[in-house]
Every structure is written in structure tokens, then in C-alpha cells.
């Protein structure tokens, strides 16, 4: 069964996404979700331009030698814009075979390790009252783990806060450009505010309910080390992203002072990412995405090298991951023992139109569904009907005006 046509789809239903559409000589096709927020051109340009020419005419049952070929034989390894697009063709080559074999791709994985996958949502507010209401609004869809995020007192936009009202940071538009939103920080305030946000929730929401919190690369392994020991009253699930990632070092320093569980990876494209984090039991949860660690094949293996370290898996699957992606994801997620939890926000409504998915999700709950393949199918007039729009992530500046990570 050959390749015989390899389409790179951008479309744009209230945000971008890029998709591999693979096709074979029998007439079997196979998607793959290669969106890079904020970069997606360039993952168009690697795969039209680079990756789409050596995959016409192969064979498409060679999964692991493909993938192989493409990050060994390109000499240049790793990086977003790379892994993103092998991730593109692992997915969707893995689409076909198990349409081939007539079975959802969970049964490949090995079959359903649990029944259904459990989630985590996003609660976020501007101030405490705000904040109350949006766990409540996720309690009602049927959430039962949340994430925390809040305003800081004094800070005009914060990560993870969404944008309303006065305060919102909106991207600027200049000629014809589309500039990313600024928003701005202060880690001596944010450390302070902080454990009374949690306080707080757990007066209102009780003991039992599982907290999460993302602090997204934002702190040094020393302040970060405070941060988990100010919140372990507060029992989190866990605290995630504490410190820039690229430092895995910095990780030891902070898993030293606190027993509060650390989730760190969505920025992560391989393995050697986590060879100390994983060798050294430095966390708790890794959290990369298929989209952006080369797909199902490498990230099933950082999942096996996880388990010898008690480590568990935490999908990244925010609104970015395409509902392409996020089938993949939910897939692995049944299949795999040690499995931890999938983060999910939901698509719209015009996103899920584009791309009609036999996954559910119901009482905080996610299952793959039992299509054949990953269970999605493209609407390339619908998708075609939205074009790609120039967007950027929001950019981070102290209050004197230095950039900081954001
Ligand atoms: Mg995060």
C-alpha cells in the first residue's frame, strides 16, 4: 500500500490549525495534526516543501521506519517546527493502519487499559468571585479535576486569565500586521497571592476535589521551591511548568523543598528532554503533546520509560491541539498503563464541524469512540471556507518593561 498524495491543509475556525492529509494508493487516507501555535507557516513550509516529496511512493504500513527516515535522515534533529511535522505524518500513517485493520487505534495501542480517560479544565478569573464561578460553570459540564488560574492583584493581564473587560491585553494592529498582545508580571506579587487563591477554594469547593496549577515557566527553581511548599496545605494534583524547562537541573533544586507533585513538558519535542527529569524521578507527570513530540510512536516510548520511574502521562490538550491531535491523544490515553490525566478545553462549535471526531466527552470524561483509525474526518469545504488568519501568542514584560517568560 503505497502513499500516493500528501495534502498540508491550514484552516482557521476561530484559530489556525495545520493538518496532513494522507492518501494511499487504495484510496485510504489518514490525518495527522501538525499545529505549531503562533508558527504554524513554518511547519507548512517543512512538510510541503521537504517531507511531502519523500514520502510520495512509500510504503504506507512502515510506520517506524518512516519516522526513523524522517528525524535521522534530515541530519537536523529536534525542535517544534520538526517534531510537529513528524508528528503530522506518525498520526496519520497510524489513522490508516488501523483503518486497514478495520479497528480503532486504541486496539493497536494494545486495547483499553481503563474504561474512560479522565480530564482537567481550566477555571479561571480576575478576581476570586470570578473565579468561583468558573469552577462552578466546569463543575456543571461534568469537570471533576479543575485548574486554577487568577489575576494578580496590581497586574494588568496574567497568563491563563481570559480576557474581559477593562483589563484585557488584546493583540495591537499596525498596517496590516497582527502584533501579540503584551501582557505584564511580578513574581514577588504573584508568590504572595497565590496560596490565598487556594485557601480560598478549598473553604468554597471542599477538600476532595483535584487542583491543578500552571505557573508557566515563570519562576526560578528557588522561588518555584517556595511556591510548591506555600501551596502543600492546599493539597494540589499538582503544580506545573514551575521553571523554564530547558534547565532540567533546575528541577532537583525545587523537587529538594517540596513533596507538591510537578508537572512539567508541553514545550518538550523528545526524549532527551527528560532524560535527567525521568532518570532522576524529578517529576511527577510529563506533559507533552503527540502534536509536538513526533506523535503516538515516540511518545508511547516516553511513556514506557516513565512507568520504570513511576512516572504518569498528562497529554497537553489545549484549544491549540486540533481535534485531529487531541483523537490521537485520547487513544494513547486509554491504552497506556500509567495513565495520569488529559488536559482538555473543548473545541467550537465550528471547529468540531470542521473536524467530526467520534470522541465524547461526558461527567469529566473523555473515549476515543469506535471508529475506525483515530476517528476523525476533515470537511475540506468548510475547512477551506476559514483561512488561516496571522496570529501570535501573547509576549510577557516585567513592570519595567523587561521580557520575561511568558
Ligand atoms: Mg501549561
Redesign the pocket.
Known amino acids: 500500500m503505497k502513499i500516493v498524495d500528501a495534502k498540508v491543509v491550514v484552516t482557521s475556525p476561530g484559530r489556525n490549525f495545520v493538518t496532513l492529509q494522507l492518501t494511499t494508493d487504495e484510496g485510504i487516507t489518514g490525518l495527522g495534526d501538525a499545529t505549531l501555535n503562533g508558527r504554524e507557516l513554518s511547519v507548512v513550509s517543512y512538510l510541503q516543501d521537504h517531507v511531502v516529496p519523500l514520502l510520495l511512493g512509500t510504503d504506507a504500513h512502515r510506520i517506524e521506519d518512516t519516522w526513523q527516515s524522517l528525524y535521522r535522515g534530515a541530519y537536523w534533529r529536534r525542535g517544534p517546527v520538526t517534531m510537529a511535522a513528524i508528528a503530522a505524518v506518525d498520526v496519520a500513517l497510524w489513522d490508516i493502519k488501523a483503518k486497514v485493520a478495520g479497528l480503532p487505534l486504541y486496539q493497536l495501542l494494545g486495547g483499553a487499559s481503563r474504561d474512560r480517560v479522565r480530564t482537567y479544565g481550566h477555571a479561571n478569573g480576575a478576581s476570586i468571585p470570578e473565579l468561583f464561578d468558573s469552577v462552578r460553570a466546569l463543575l456543571e459540564q461534568g469537570y471533576q479535576s479543575i485548574r486554577i488560574q487568577t489575576g494578580v492583584p496590581g497586574l494588568k493581564a496574567v497568563y491563563g486569565v481570559h480576557a474581559s473587560g477593562a483589563h484585557a491585553a488584546n493583540p495591537t494592529r499596525l498596517d496590516q500586521r497582527v502584533l501579540p498582545a503584551v501582557e505584564d508580571w511580578d513574581t514577588g506579587a504573584y508568590l504572595r497571592h497565590i496560596p490565598s487563591v487556594f485557601e480560598a477554594v478549598r473553604n468554597e469547593f471542599g477538600p476532595d476535589l483535584p487542583l491543578l496549577h500552571?505557573a508557566?515557566h515563570r519562576l526560578t527553581p528557588i522561588q518555584a521551591a517556595r511556591l510548591g511548599r506555600s501551596l502543600e496545605p492546599y493539597d494540589l494534583f499538582w503544580l506545573?511548568?514551575c521553571t523554564p524547562a530547558e534547565n532540567q537541573d533546575g528541577l532537583r533544586l525545587v523537587r529538594e523543598h517540596t513533596t507538591t507533585p510537578l508537572a512539567i513538558g508541553?514545550v518538550f519535542n523528545t526524549v532527551f528532554d527528560y532524560q535527567t527529569l525521568v532518570g532522576e524521578q524529578l517529576i511527577d507527570y510529563v506533559?507533552s503533546a503527540v502534536t509536538h513530540f513526533g506523535g503516538v510512536s515516540p511518545l508511547r516510548k516516553l511513556f514506557d520509560y516513565a512507568a520504570q520511574h513511576q512516572i504518569k502521562s498528562a497529554i497537553?490538550g489545549?484549544e491549540d491541539i486540533s481535534p485531529v491531535g487531541m483523537a490521537a491523544a485520547i487513544h494513547l490515553d486509554l491504552a497506556i498503563h500509567n495513565f495520569g490525566i488529559q488536559e482538555y478545553s473543548g473545541h467550537t462549535d465550528l471547529t468540531n464541524e470542521v473536524f467530526r471526531h467520534a470522541y465524547t466527552f461526558s461527567d469529566g470524561h473523555l473515549h476515543p469512540g469506535e471508529a475506525p483509525g483515530i476517528g476523525v474526518e476533515l470537511d475540506a469545504e468548510l475547512a477551506a471556507a476559514h483561512p488561516y488568519q496571522q496570529a501570535y501568542l501573547p509576549t510577557n514584560r516585567l513592570q519595567d518593561g523587561t521580557v520575561h517568560d511568558w
Open positions: 500552571d508557566h506545573e511548568d508541553e506533559r497537553h489545549p
